[in-house]
């Protein structure tokens, strides 16, 4: 059975968007947030999609 796009309960900085993509594709949450934490220093795009995760993807 595939693996479904929630967010982390167990895992969570803020809103667990992070850590529940990262269990999504089976990365490192840590790996995860750096990426964020880059696309939102180099183009503000990071935080604007973050925001649109943090209330679209179910708990």
Same mark, same amino acid.
């Given at each position: 059975m595939p693996a479904k796009l929630r967010k982390s309960r167990?895992?969570?900085m803020l809103a667990g =968007?992070?850590?529940g993509l990262a269990e999504y594709l089976g990365w490192d949450p840590? $790996? =995860?947030r750096i990426l964020f934490v880059v696309l939102a !220093?180099?183009?503000g795009f990071a935080i604007f999609a973050y !925001? $649109?995760?943090a209330i679209v993807m179910p708990d």
């Open positions: 167990s895992d969570k =968007v992070c850590s840590t $790996i =995860v !220093f180099s183009y !925001f $649109i995760l």
